[in-house]
């Protein structure tokens, strides 16, 4: 059974930066796709970046330039690198993985989530 686990989030000021990190464990193939999706209370899922195991990305407009997605591809880590954070980045973020190279749903996998909490 794949597990992803998320960590790296917390609680910063805005204009503060976060990493976060999803280290996936128990496939015994390999994941070609992995994504960050972020919900804010009283809203729904949405994409935050996607990437392939060979680094093709997409994220959305809004938040090209604040948050860049990466991958250890040795090490089954994803992370997320988020600068200028502000306010409304504040949501549970979740990691999503499946097995095929596609960037969008629907995904095999998902981690529990890490509380990302924005201060103004």
């Known amino acids: 059974q794949v597990q992803l686990v998320e960590s790296g989030g917390g609680l910063v000021q805005a204009g503060g930066s976060l990493r976060l990190s999803c280290a996936a464990s128990?496939?015994?193939?390999?994941?070609?796709?992995m994504g960050w999706y972020r919900q804010a209370p009283g809203k729904q899922r949405e994409l935050v970046a996607a990437?392939?195991?060979?680094?093709?990305?997409i994220e959305p407009d809004s938040l090209k330039g604040r948050f860049t997605i990466s991958r250890d591809n040795a090490k089954n880590t994803m992370y997320l690198q988020m600068n200028n954070l502000k306010p409304e980045d504040t949501a549970v973020y979740y990691c999503?993985?499946?097995?095929?190279?596609?960037?969008?749903?629907?995904?095999?996998?998902w981690g529990r989530g890490t509380q990302v909490t924005v201060s103004s």
């Open positions: 128990g496939s015994r193939f390999a994941i070609n796709a």
């Open positions: 990437i392939s195991s060979g680094g093709n990305s």
């Open positions: 999503a993985a499946r097995y095929d190279y596609q960037l969008r749903p629907p995904w095999d996998y």
